[in-house]
């Protein structure tokens, strides 16, 4: 099969999935608004609505190739940088940290990227962005909560520029037989398909089954019944998907485990970021799901993981 | 138009400026939007929030000393988001400084204005300049609406040229208008109130 033919499967089957979600929604709908309407059934509504978009947008952009995935992350980024910092606290002595951050750091990540140079993408944020912003932050001559106001801005830059653009990092990592066809575009289809189906599936099997609750003041909508019953559900599905990667059934499975995984964490430790900065959601900008930071923490805890485990073991 | 466009994109992407019309409806009536100012972007925020319909009609005032010395400033001001010049420094005033503003009440068309008078790099407005009073005065048809801006001097504070991308939401309240025999300070402190309950 082909790359577009594999990818013409997928996205046939993402997009019965959809229509089967919309269909269950309107059924949903009509039920609610005899008994007064609810508003777990209008916030599911809103979500799908908001993933029959987001899926569009993966959809044109794969066939507007490798440079158009490179700065549709690095705005997915901005994005969500913008959020880390509009809920995180900062003051006047801030303003060139982060401008350089969203105007130098984040493009030059991406643009490590597009260039193929990987070994400084892999420093260049950790090492000398790390170094670069407590200079430029001292220069703005305010040591009111100096060292507190450098770590958060470090942090998010992490978060939501470094490790978000271990996705379309993707495309650096050489799979003999597989790279070669420009197929690194399905392999990272393939991460934000588990990670996203993930998160889905552990939010519908929660609010079906869960009772448990796996950290009750950090994530109250996390639950022991949600995470096994989506997380195995999703690590099924990314077995299942095998044939869009360079993976034997077996070893998709277990990749996708991790991804799960990982996704998890991020998700777990993200809103814990999220409630010590006071706020249940980081923006508004995607209706039902929240802000862009809330459809991306999982995938920038299970990019980087999945980017290396890759690298190191189907790499020759 | 197509720069209006432009400016409305760019605000957009950068600073989101979501309205939220927590004690009013947009509306086409005769309106004043009295606002806190910390940002050069708040003109321009607070006019995006704006439904595009009401853009057409609504001006935001702008001192003539900043805005109009020419240039791509000017040309933003006037045919971006068609300001409404006034003269700030008595020395250069030759007629009643709210003149343009009347007529344009007179007009039909609403203003935006920043009673502080000038940009603070603050979240809490400082106290209100008295133009607002006399123009409460004279114009009972229209409608004063207190907004806030929020995060904006966090975005782009006096003295910066590029805003950081930052959220921010543009809070219009409760309508205000003038009682019968209200002092002008104890309108003004009223009318900052209206702003300050918005936070």
């Known amino acids: 099969m082909s790359m577009q033919e594999k990818f013409y499967w997928l996205f046939g089957g993402i997009l019965a999935l959809l229509s089967v979600a919309s269909s269950i929604g309107f059924i949903l709908h009509r039920r609610a608004q005899r008994a007064g309407g609810s508003a777990t059934i209008d916030n599911l509504n809103a979500r799908v609505r908001a993933w029959w978009v987001m899926v569009a947008i993966i959809a044109v952009n794969f066939f507007l190739g490798k440079n158009a995935t490179v700065v549709l992350f690095a705005v997915a980024s901005a994005f969500a940088l913008r959020e880390f910092v509009t809920l995180t606290p900062t003051r006047r002595g801030d303003y060139l940290p982060l401008v350089v951050s969203f105007y130098v750091l984040l493009p030059v990540q991406y643009w490590l990227i597009a260039d193929g140079w990987y070994n400084l993408f892999a420093i260049f944020l950790p090492v000398y962005g790390f170094l670069a912003l407590p200079v430029l932050a001292a220069t703005g001559g305010d040591t009111e909560d100096f060292l507190a106001r450098v770590t958060k801005l470090q942090w998010g830059l992490m978060i939501t520029v470094y490790c978000i653009s271990y996705a379309p990092a993707l495309l650096l990592v050489e799979v003999p037989g597989y790279s070669a066809q420009h197929q690194n575009l399905l392999l990272m289809i393939y991460l934000l398909t588990v990670v996203q189906l993930s998160d889905v599936l552990q939010y519908v099997f929660g609010k079906l089954f869960g009772k448990h609750k796996i950290a009750p003041n950090v994530s109250p909508s996390k639950t022991v019944e949600g995470f096994v019953g ?33 996704g998890f964490l991020g998700g777990l430790a993200l809103s814990a970021v999220k409630r010590s900065l006071g706020a249940k959601d980081w923006g508004s900008m995607i209706e039902g799901h929240g802000g862009m930071l809330d459809r991306l923490d999982s995938v920038s805890f299970a990019a980087p993981v999945f980017f290396h485990l890759t690298r190191y073991f189907f790499e020759p | ?140 048809e229209a409608e004063f609406v207190p907004v806030y801006l929020d995060n904006l001097y966090r975005s782009m504070p006096k003295g910066t040229l590029l805003p950081v991308p930052l959220t921010c939401s543009v809070r219009f309240g409760t309508p205000l208008a003038l009682q019968a025999g209200e002092e002008k300070t104890h309108f003004l402190e009223r009318a900052r109130q209206a702003v300050v309950d918005l936070v």
């Not at chain 2, 939007?33 to 003109?43: G, I, L, P």
């Not at chain 2, 603050?122 to 004279?138: C, D, E, M, N, V």
Request: charged share 15%.
């Open chain 1, 230 to 262: 989506g997380g195995l559900s999703a690590v099924g599905i990314g077995a299942a998907l095998w044939w869009i990667t360079p993976f034997a059934p077996l070893q998709a499975a277990g990749m996708a485990a991790v991804i799960v995984l990982a």
């Open chain 2, 1 to 140: 138009m197509w720069l209006s466009l432009l400016l409305t994109g760019l605000v957009r992407g950068l600073v989101g400026a979501q309205p939220r019309w927590i004690g009013c409806r947009p509306a086409p009536t005769l309106r004043v939007y009295f606002a806190n100012h910390t940002s050069h972007m708040d003109t321009l925020a607070l006019w995006c929030a704006l439904p595009v319909e009401l853009r057409a009609t609504t001006r935001p005032v702008a001192a003539r000393d900043y805005w109009s010395g020419g240039g791509l400033k000017s040309y933003i001001a006037t045919r971006g988001f068609n300001a409404l010049f006034i003269e700030r420094a008595p020395e250069n005033r030759e007629q009643d400084p709210l003149a343009p503003l009347d007529e344009a009440l007179a007009r039909g068309e609403s203003l935006i204005i920043f009673p502080e008078g000038t940009r603070r790099a603050q979240a809490l407005p400082s106290a209100f300049k008295s133009g607002i009073f006399h123009l409460a005065t004279r114009h009972p």
